[in-house]
């Protein structure tokens, strides 16, 4: 099985593994801010790892299928699992984080095992929002902590994480990252793992 991972895409899908559970760890020992910028790479890494393999010449059909199903176990882990454990830690276990994070990993592994076995529509978009954004988003409402009051800051993001849990299995088509939007994005989550880093730092 290890001979897989001499594959560069597949490497890649490790180490976004391996920032996820970084996170875990980061998250569960209290410091949340500092698994979020931890896993914001596990995202990147999703990014990346599919540039990887497309532009990989010659790659064998066995080592692609075997990098698939090993991309979508990432894809739950850092953009479900990961996601309910922090919301369940942001608001002290309360029934309403359980609500949230139960539909997460529902939502998540329903449109995981749909894109696996149907991908992208005949114009390339996504059927759903994609479990991409559920860590970026976290980053940006621990950005703004500071400007929400703290007694409502549980309720609105465990509220918002509702509705886009909701919009996981939604019928709205959402187009892939392509060209300059991987620019973007990689340059998005680089910033927000800094800031939240620098944030605990100072």
């Known amino acids: 099985m290890l001979r897989f991972l ?25 410091s949340v801010e500092l698994g979020v910028a931890a896993v914001l790479w596990a995202a990147l890494a999703d990014d990346l790892d ?16 075997m990098g698939k199903s090993l991309d979508g176990f ?8 990961f996601p309910a ?20 990993l529902s939502a998540g592994a329903l449109r995981l095992s749909y894109f696996s076995n ?6 390339g978009r996504f059927l759903g929002v994609p479990l991409f954004y559920d860590v970026p988003l976290l980053a940006a409402f ?13 309720v ?12 996981h299995v939604a019928s709205i088509r959402i187009p892939a990252t392509r060209g300059r939007m991987y620019v973007v994005t990689t ?16």
């Open 6 to 30: 001499i594959d560069p895409a597949n490497a890649i899908t490790i180490a976004g593994l391996l920032f996820s559970a970084l996170g875990f760890h980061l998250v569960l020992a209290g």
């Open 50 to 65: 599919g540039i990887v393999a497309a532009r990989t010449s010659n790659r064998p059909p066995d080592v692609a299928r």
């Open 74 to 81: 990432a894809d739950i882990v850092y953009g479900a699992v």
């Open 85 to 104: 454990v922090v919301l369940i830690q942001l608001s002290d276990a309360s029934y309403l984080s359980l609500a949230a994070a139960m539909l997460l």
């Open 118 to 123: 149907f991908g992208l529509s005949e114009d």
């Open 142 to 154: 621990l950005l703004a902590r500071p400007l929400i009051p703290p007694d409502s800051f549980p």
């Open 156 to 167: 609105i993001v465990n509220m918002t994480f509702v509705i886009l849990g909701c919009l």
């Open 187 to 202: 340059g998005l989550i680089v910033a927000a793992s800094l800031l939240l880093i620098t944030g605990q730092l100072i």
